[in-house]
């Protein structure tokens, strides 16, 4: 072959692998983005519209306006912090790969049926994250942080399901968790409630079905919310001590084992509260205060029943209030007495 046939060759060779090249990495970005999504260039406030671009179907340009609510198409948020101070009903989809910060009491729902992949979200005071689908980790160490005075609604899934990805849900002080009837952190995550943080959870299994992650689960004494419709048991991935426990659910709860308890437990009106054979304790000497409202009730198969003074019975913390509108059922399966229980406000009366 001659030199110059030969050089024509090549050129022609190169020129369709370029073109090929170019082919493929259009198909790429038409599978990856569609015509709509958003994404960040770089750090900064949400709000500042020289922050985005915005796909057109062919590539990348300069957003014109802000990510409108609801939002059908993908966000990207692609930079290190981003703080969101609007509030935004996501549809689409919510990639994260930095960090999506949540002020100004903010509330950012995820719907059913988006798509949501994350690296790190943190949610500040009075600001609310709503989940109603499923959170996916994004990478390898995926984290969502409630801040003091923040709130995660989790009422789908939180999920870890490749075992090269972690998440790491952290609530602190005056954080709040709540979980819905199927809410739950699942697979390869873990969690932790600092002191003074709030776990509420409607999950028929309660902490058990709230809690199905495989990852180490840490409390640091949290406030309790047991909030569900139809009967539910606390589970037994209660916290061994808790400042504070609410029992509140009109279709029954049941204590799957013993807990400490440092300032009060209450029983709402119109729940039944099942002690079975578990007790709750005061944390240390003089701590603690049992209390019922109006037309509550209890359950015990503890032979001791209920007592009012004393290490002995189901309820013996230091300061324990029977309410005489409240109803006492006792369950056990061996002799049982009902105890030295004293109802107030009117002594030595119960309703049933």
């Not at 609007?86 to 719907?111: A, D």
Request: some cysteine; overall charge negative.
């Amino acid at each position: 072959m001659s030199n110059s046939k030969y050089t024509k060759a090549k050129m022609h060779s190169i020129k369709r692998v370029v073109i090929l090249a170019l082919l493929a990495l259009v198909a790429t970005n038409l599978f990856c983005y569609n015509s709509g999504d958003y994404r960040t260039k770089w750090s900064g406030n949400f709000e500042d519209i020289s922050l985005w671009e915005c796909y057109n179907g062919l590539g990348w340009i300069n957003a014109t306006q802000l990510p409108s609510s609801p939002f059908a198409n993908t966000i990207y948020i692609n930079t290190q912090n981003i703080a969101m101070h609007t509030s935004m009903i996501i549809e689409g989809g919510l990639v994260i790969t930095g960090t999506l910060q949540l002020y100004s009491g903010i509330e950012v729902t995820i719907n059913k049926d988006a798509n949501c992949e994350i690296g790190a979200i943190q949610i500040y005071s009075a600001s609310k994250l709503i989940n109603n689908g499923e959170v996916k980790t994004g990478n390898s160490n995926s984290s969502i942080v409630v801040m003091d005075g923040g709130t995660l609604e989790n009422n789908g899934l939180i999920s870890a399901s490749d075992a090269s990805q972690s998440c790491q849900v952290t609530v602190n002080s005056n954080g709040k968790i709540t979980f819905g009837s199927q809410g739950s952190i699942t697979g390869n995550c873990s969690f932790t409630a600092n002191y003074g943080s709030t776990i509420a959870t409607s999950n028929p299994q309660g902490l058990d079905g709230s809690f199905s992650c495989s990852g180490t689960i840490s409390y640091i004494n949290p406030y309790l919310i047991f909030n569900g419709s139809e009967p539910q048991i606390t589970g037994m991935k209660l916290p061994e001590q808790v400042l504070g426990i609410d029992f509140n659910n009109p279709a029954g709860i049941s204590l799957s084992r013993n807990i400490k308890l440092v300032n009060t437990a209450l029983v709402h009106s119109g729940t039944t509260l099942s002690f079975g054979m578990s007790v709750i304790d005061e944390a240390w000497w003089g701590s603690g205060t049992f209390s019922m409202e109006d037309s509550s009730s209890i359950a015990t198969a503890n032979p001791d029943g209920f007592s009012s003074t004393g290490k002995t019975g189901s309820v013996q913390v230091y300061t324990r209030y029977y309410n005489s509108t409240g109803n006492y059922i006792f369950n056990g399966t061996v002799h049982q007495q009902t105890g030295n229980f004293n109802p107030t406000p009117t002594s030595y009366t119960v309703n049933d």
